[in-house]
Each structure stands twice: as C-alpha cells, then as structure tokens.
C-alpha cells in the first residue's frame, strides 16, 4: 500500500534477500541490497529512489535489450562491468536499476566493483592542480552566500531552528537536506524553535540558481571539471576503441555515482545547458557503427532519455556542418586524449594536473 510502487517492486525486495551468490568487492557485501530501515537516516536509498531506478531499468531494457538485442537471454558476466562507490545508496540504485535491466537477474553474473572515490578517478586520482580549482571554487560559492542578505537572514532563522551555529549552516549549504524532504512531498523539520517552511526553501533555491549562473561565468568549477572527469572519461574512450576495433569488451558498463560526479561530467562535455542532477538523473553514452561503412564509428551521448550529443564542445560545429545525427567517435576521443588539455597549456593529464600557475 506504501507509495510509490511499481509492477516489480515486490519481486525485487524479494530477490534483493537472495544475493549471496553475488560477487562483491571489500566492504559492499557488507552493505544491504535494498532499503530496509525503519527509520530512514540521512543519504539512506528510500523507495521513491528504488522505483525511480527500476524506473529507468525498465526504459533502457525497453531500448536496448527488447529493440537492440544488446544483451541476450543467455548474457554472461563478462559482458557487464559493474562499479559504485561504497554507499549504500549507490549500491542498491545499481541494483534496483539492474532488476528490471537485464533479461534475467542472476546473481551468479553480478560482480560490482567498489570505486573508493567519487569521481571515480580509480588509480590517477593525484591531482594537486584539480584541488587548487577546487579549493577556488568552494571559496566563490562561500563569497556568493556572504554576499546574499536575504540569504544570509534565512541561515539565521534556519539556524535557530535547528540549534546549531548560523556558520555551520552557511558553510553546509542545506539545499541538499531540504531537497529531500522537498521530493518526497514531506513537511520540513519542526523544533520547539518553529518550523523550516517553504519560503526558506525558496531563497535558498533562488540562491542555487544565480550559483549555477555565477560558477559558468567564473570558469573555476569548469576547470575543477576538466582535471576530476579526465579518468574516468579516458576510461569510457579506450573501451569504446577497444570495441570499435572489434576487441572483445563489456558490452554494458553502469557506473552508479552522485551527484558530484555526474556534475563535472556535464561541465566538462561543455552541456551547459543541463542544470544540477536531480534525483535518478542518468547520462547513457552509446557507440554506434555505419552499416554501409563498419570501420565509422559514431556516439550518441543521452542525458535523463534527452539526445545533447550536439551540446557537446566537441560536436557543436560537426553539427552545423554535418546532416549525420551522431558525433564521429573521434571527435570524443580527440577532446578527451587532447582538447581538454588546451586551456592548462598542457599536452597530457599529468602536466596539466602539476603545472603550477604563474
């Protein structure tokens, strides 16, 4: 009778208490499989998030698998990788996402690997450069909060609410707690203080807004961008070379993350137009070949089911010169093995991640 539900929602609680057989890196077998908590704590799954992702299992099963045939009955686990960070929430999103994916969901074929870090930089993750815009960038949004008196009236009153230093709430940022409550349609926090209602709610969101127009404009978090995705973009374009060049790789590759990592992405791709990841947000690349001419490989990159390939820095102006519907997959691999690395002066991640500034 809890709300909201999908057709395979039960069998998906009951399959998730089966996964023994399932082959976990270090501590994700500790982890449970699917939210069962009677109180539901601070950055915990909760059932919206299972059904938004069975959800989007459904849809990419629909696409992919019913029309594409991408995966066949008898699929194997090496036609899978399979990599979340350590939190619950991520693993169980992977999960309930899997469960309405796959033709069957066999437990013997799932090997998820855990990536300790979230932008999932795996073993380049030294970056003393990436840091510094980093450190830039948080101070911006800092400066940007002081700034705001309406904003600043809110943490006040917010911060009596809850008790704590108005300081501790400005450096925090609550959008991300009030969102929570916000999408799941439940009643802000009360205290014997009084209560966070919605017009806290709105200064602060008005406030994420002039952020997000204020941080394009800086162009810190955009360089913070380049150097935290470069990894796991130069992952994605050896494996779509290794299949373009008809090595055997996985044919389905799902990294379950945050959103401080789908956020750089976005930036980075230079998709400017993409606001911060909502709850459930995905980002799909696809590697496509010309059936006339096998050797052309083409991508098509997919954000939340919307075609942005051509809002892409690297296919903007393939766009206005081509009538093809895809970037040419050596646009991608061009930018990511040697365009991001213009605006450092560099000609390679490493350089460009221990190049100090002038």
């Keep these: 009778?809890?709300?909201?539900?999908?057709?395979?929602?039960?069998?998906?609680?009951?399959?998730?208490?089966?996964?023994?057989?399932?082959?976990?890196?270090?501590?994700?077998?500790?982890?449970?499989?699917?939210?069962?908590?009677s109180l539901c704590e601070m950055g915990e799954l909760t059932q919206t998030g299972v059904v938004q992702h069975l959800r989007?299992?459904?849809?990419?099963?629909?696409?992919?698998?019913?029309?594409?045939?991408l995966l066949l009955s008898d699929w194997t686990a090496k036609q899978l990788y399979l990599e979340t960070t350590g939190k619950s929430r991520t693993l169980q999103s992977a999960l309930a996402l899997l469960y309405?994916?796959?033709?069957?969901?066999?437990?013997?074929?799932?090997?998820?690997?855990?990536?300790?870090?979230?932008?999932?930089?795996?073993?380049?993750?030294?970056?003393?450069?990436?840091?510094?815009?980093?450190?830039?960038?948080?101070?911006?949004?800092?400066?940007l909060r002081v700034k705001n008196n309406d904003l600043e009236k809110i943490y006040v009153d917010m911060a009596k609410i809850v008790g704590i230093p108005t300081r501790q709430l400005r450096a925090s940022n609550p959008i991300d707690s009030l969102l929570c409550y916000f999408c799941h349609n439940v009643s802000f926090p009360c205290t014997k203080t009084g209560c966070i209602g919605m017009e806290h709610f709105k200064v602060i969101k008005r406030h994420q807004l002039e952020d997000e127009r204020e941080?394009?404009?800086?162009?810190?978090?955009?360089?913070?961008?380049?150097l935290a995705t470069h990894p796991l973009l130069?992952?994605?374009?050896?494996?779509?070379?290794?299949?373009?060049?008809?090595?055997?790789e996985e044919v389905f590759v799902l990294y379950s993350a945050h959103d401080v990592t789908l956020s750089p992405v976005l930036s980075a791709l230079g998709i400017t137009e993409a606001r911060f990841p909502r709850f459930a947000a995905r980002l799909v690349f696809e590697l496509w070949q010309d059936g006339k001419r096998p050797k052309e490989h083409f991508i098509r990159?997919?954000?939340?089911?919307?075609?942005?390939?051509?809002?892409?820095?690297?296919c903007k102006d393939y766009y206005k010169r081509s009538s093809k519907p895809m970037c040419p997959l050596e646009k991608f691999v061009n930018f990511v093995k040697r365009d991001m690395f213009l605006i450092f002066n560099s000609t390679s991640y490493y350089d460009a991640c221990h190049r100090r500034l002038l």
Excluded at 23 to 37: A, F, I, V
Excluded at 215 to 226: C, I, T, V
Aim: aromatic share 12%; with cysteine.
């Design 301 to 314: 990159i997919l954000y939340n089911g919307a075609d942005v390939t051509f809002q892409t820095s690297f």
């Design 56 to 69: 989007n299992g459904q849809l990419l099963r629909d696409i992919y698998i019913n029309k594409h045939k």
């Design 100 to 143: 309405t994916f796959l033709p069957d969901f066999d437990w013997k074929k799932i090997n998820m690997r855990h990536q300790w870090s979230t932008i999932f930089c795996s073993g380049s993750c030294d970056c003393p450069m990436r840091n510094h815009y980093l450190e830039e960038e948080q101070r911006r949004q800092y400066s």
């Design 234 to 248: 130069n992952q994605t374009v050896n494996r779509l070379q290794r299949i373009a060049e008809g090595k055997k």
């Design 1 to 37: 009778s809890r709300k909201p539900s999908h057709p395979q929602l039960e069998a998906f609680i009951k399959h998730m208490s089966k996964g023994s057989a399932a082959q976990m890196d270090g501590s994700l077998s500790s982890l449970p499989r699917y939210p069962s908590h």
């Design 215 to 226: 941080r394009q404009e800086k162009k810190l978090y955009f360089l913070y961008a380049l």
